[in-house]
């Protein structure tokens, strides 16, 4: 069965570096999402994207994140300078008339 | 603003038994519900979506959604060991390209 993938499974950077989490939604699918999960808390929603542009978006997706399509296959999320509080697990999802798929996340620590 | 609300357990069933799961929620404009299964450091595993209210049956599973009380439900049917896990509610206005709202997740543990 397709699934959502994420690569890396698990990033370390410095505070002040630049990430990109990458993901491949599922091939059919037309929306995707980025959310994330602190340690014992809540799956926070931070964007969704359809047909190349952002269709909405969360408080904390601030000017700091953005989203992009670069082929007919990855979505990627940047975080432009890492802060300490941006330390949590990150998951792709997309999305069919059946619900919402979710990828195994990528373990952002940032030190 | 806790838009969803959700017992965060943990909660600890014989082999067998039936596991009730619940949300309430305060905006009354959500209409898309969602549950999941939320293993220990991996994704969540989508196991239930339905529309607006009522009953959705997929195996041992059976989702119940009551908009009037906005409280969703979600019963596991015999349980076993291998249900154990975190369960995770979400909900959305609008459904696809909509944000969805999770709750805390309920930790469940099947006793053998």
């Known amino acids: 069965e397709p699934e959502v993938t994420q690569t890396p499974s698990h990033q370390v950077t410095q505070m002040g570096q630049e990430v990109i989490l990458r993901c491949v939604p599922i091939s059919n699918h037309l929306y995707f999402y980025w959310y994330r999960q602190i340690l014992g808390q809540k799956v926070e929603f931070l964007v969704s994207f359809y047909n190349n542009e952002i269709s909405e978006k969360s408080e904390i997706f601030d000017d700091q994140f953005s989203v992009e399509r670069p082929d007919g296959s990855n979505f990627t999320l940047k975080i432009r300078s890492t802060k300490l509080e941006d330390s949590a697990m990150y998951f792709c999802?997309?999305?069919?008339?059946?619900?919402?798929?979710f990828g195994p996340g990528t373990r952002l620590t940032v030190t | 603003q806790k838009e969803v609300e959700q017992d965060p357990g943990p909660l600890s069933v014989p082999e067998g038994a039936i596991v009730s799961l619940n949300c309430t929620y305060s905006n009354s404009a959500f209409q898309y519900f969602m549950w999941y299964r939320q293993y220990s450091r991996k994704g969540p595993e989508l196991l239930m979506y339905t529309y607006s209210s009522g009953n959705k049956e997929d195996g041992r599973f059976t989702a119940q959604v009551d908009k009037s009380s906005k409280y969703i439900s979600l019963f596991i049917r015999d349980s076993q060991p291998s249900d154990s896990a975190t369960y995770l509610c979400a909900m959305s206005e609008l459904g696809t390209g909509n944000q969805f709202y999770f709750g805390t997740g309920t930790s469940l543990t099947v006793i053998p």
């Open positions: 999802a997309s999305t069919d008339p059946r619900g919402q798929y």
